[in-house]
């Protein structure tokens, strides 16, 4: 069924959805996708203006943003390699909130530092928008910002805390959003502190 646009397939929020067991697991996953595909400094099209965020990806594509734009790649821009492969856990949090969706093709590493953030933006990298995002929030809490589909309508605000996913489809999908701010110190999983964010994306057209 596609059901784009109706409630079940808008915006979702599971507080707590990977337990505190299986977000180490997931940490200890990350670390090794990341000795593979290293952080690295995007900046923005144009201006060459650095993020505050650093990335990596996994998946068949990754995100990536240099002076040229932004654009999904199969290759990390620094190393060259192919991304790693999504973790299994991944794959079987999106079959179990996008079950009817083709699989993701990119997922994408944001490491916040604690004074980073991200401005408002949407996501419409991708060709199409007919499945949701899908985020897992892993680290210190960080103050999320949702407004609609149109720059500077109404936005509000809510936490997201470790462990949380957020699934933007339907309506929700063009949304703009960004990361105020990131509360320091509020989580022990990282060990020099921070947040990580993935999202799952699908990029192509099945
Ligand atoms: C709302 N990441 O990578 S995740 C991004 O926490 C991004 O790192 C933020 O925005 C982060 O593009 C927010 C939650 C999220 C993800 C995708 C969305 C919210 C969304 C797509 C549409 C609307
Ligand atoms: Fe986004």
């Known amino acids: 069924m596609t059901d784009k646009g109706s409630p079940s397939s808008g915006f979702k929020i599971l507080p707590g959805h990977f337990p505190s067991a299986e977000q180490e697991s997931l940490v200890a996953q990350l670390r090794e996708i990341l000795i593979k595909a290293p952080l690295f400094q995007p900046v923005m099209p144009r201006t060459g203006k650095p993020f505050s965020v650093r990335m990596s990806n996994c998946g068949p594509l990754g995100w990536v943003s240099d002076v040229t734009g932004y654009r999904y790649q199969a290759t990390h821009p620094v190393t060259g390699a192919p991304w790693p492969e999504i973790p299994d856990v991944l794959l079987d949090l999106w079959h179990q909130v996008a079950p009817t969706s083709p699989l993701p093709e990119a997922c994408l590493i944001n490491f916040y530092e604690p004074t980073a953030k991200m401005g408002m933006h949407q996501d419409r990298d991708e060709e199409t928008f007919d499945a949701p995002v899908v985020s897992v929030s892993l680290g210190d809490t960080a103050t999320f910002r949702i407004g609609s589909t ?21 309506e929700s999908r063009l949304a703009y959003h960004g990361i105020d701010r990131i509360l320091k110190g509020t989580s022990t999983l990282l060990k020099n502190g921070g947040r990580i964010n ?9």
Request: proline content about 3%; overall charge positive.
């Open 150 to 170: 149109t720059r500077g309508g109404k936005t509000s605000s809510m936490r997201l805390a470790s462990g949380d996913v957020v699934v933007m489809g339907g």
């Open 198 to 206: 993935l999202t799952l994306r699908r990029v192509t057209r099945p």
